[in-house]
């Protein structure tokens, strides 16, 4: 079984498949999650990838990986969390928290908050169908939803349809006048509840997401809650995992990678993508944060930026872009 102590969010447009492989080679043990994936889309629009389905694509380096499903219709859900199993994933998250138009129009995402037992149905429904985790990534409440108490409710009735790992977002959803991003910023966090809901619960498995920005916050985090979930800070600044498996997960036998180790390590991978079709910009563009606060930085990012979109482009633009860094 793997461990929750660190694990990175699903973010739409984001954690695909080319930025798993990348961030794996920076920490072997931290947990990472697919984007959202529409159960719609897995059942009915998916295409293939090689001999993988494209939404259920992921290297065998990646584990431990899970896939997180966007629905709300029980039948459909089991039915994807089984491809999921079948496909090879650790886990099988459930997004009750995103709160765009889009997914509200969907019913699915952080308007499921508002109806906690068509939640546990749906996970009822999946965990009878496979025997990976099935987990809940939710807000602490939605609109009108005032103090604790709602979260409580919502994570008791879940927990009774077989769930027992919660990945809380420490703030709450406006669905109504605010964007997704301002729903990521406005919304003030409140650990405490996030807190307290471990501390009265003990049995479950609780993760904190929102508003972590380095591991030292995340240590501290992990005195109160079984693991922290980054987000943004970490694809943005992905170097800050770097010590994790050492640090956090107190792996004696870890080696701490330099960027330059990082950046070698990703040129088979770089040349075996693009001898399948793959442009060079897919990849590299989950690369831009590497060198975050580094001299060298704004040049690296300039020039994977610049180049990486140029016909034929490959693994020596990034050759290129590492001579900018060490120049």
Not at 15 to 36: C, G, P, Q, S, W
Not at 125 to 133: C, L, R, T
Not at 135 to 143: F, H, L, Q
Not at 162 to 187: M, Y
Request: proline share 4%; hydrophobic share 40%; net charge negative.
């Amino acid at each position: 079984m793997f461990s929750r102590d660190v694990s990175i969010a699903p973010m739409m447009g984001w954690t695909d498949r080319h930025a798993r492989y990348f961030l794996r080679l920076i920490t072997k043990h931290t947990l990472l999650y697919t984007e959202m994936v529409n159960t719609g889309a897995l059942l009915h629009n998916d295409q293939k990838i090689g001999e993988q389905k494209r939404f259920l694509a992921f290297h065998e380096t990646e584990h431990p990986v899970a896939l997180q499903l966007g629905g709300s219709d029980p039948q459909a859900l089991a039915q994807c969390a089984t491809m999921a199993e079948d496909a090879g994933f650790d886990e099988v998250n459930l997004n009750v928290g995103c709160p765009s138009d889009r997914v509200k129009s969907g019913h699915f995402g952080a308007c499921l908050m508002a109806e906690p037992r068509l939640v546990a149905d749906c996970v009822a429904a999946m965990k009878d169908k496979v025997n990976i985790p099935i987990t809940v990534k939710c807000r602490i409440g939605i609109d009108d939803m005032e103090g604790y108490q709602p979260l409580e409710h919502f994570v008791e009735t879940v927990a009774e349809g077989g769930c027992d790992t919660f990945i809380v977002h420490a703030r709450k959803a406006w669905l109504q006048g605010l964007s997704p991003k301002q729903n990521r910023e406005i919304p003030p966090l409140m650990y405490e509840y996030v807190h307290r809901l471990k501390s009265e619960k003990p049995e479950l498995n609780i993760v904190i997401n929102g508003g972590l920005k380095s591991i030292e916050v995340s240590q501290q985090q992990l005195e109160f809650v079984d693991g922290v979930m980054l987000g943004r800070e970490a694809y943005y600044n992905p170097y800050i995992l770097a010590c994790v498996d050492q640090d956090i997960y107190k792996d004696s036998s870890a080696v701490v990678k330099t960027r330059e180790d990082i950046v070698y390590q990703m040129f088979d991978y770089i040349d075996n993508e693009i001898a399948n079709g793959t442009e060079l910009h897919s990849i590299t563009r989950h690369m831009l944060g590497l060198y975050h606060g580094c001299r060298g930085a704004k040049a690296w990012r300039r020039h994977l930026s610049e180049e990486a979109h140029s016909p034929g482009a490959d693994g020596s633009v990034l050759k290129a872009a590492l001579l900018h860094v060490m120049d």
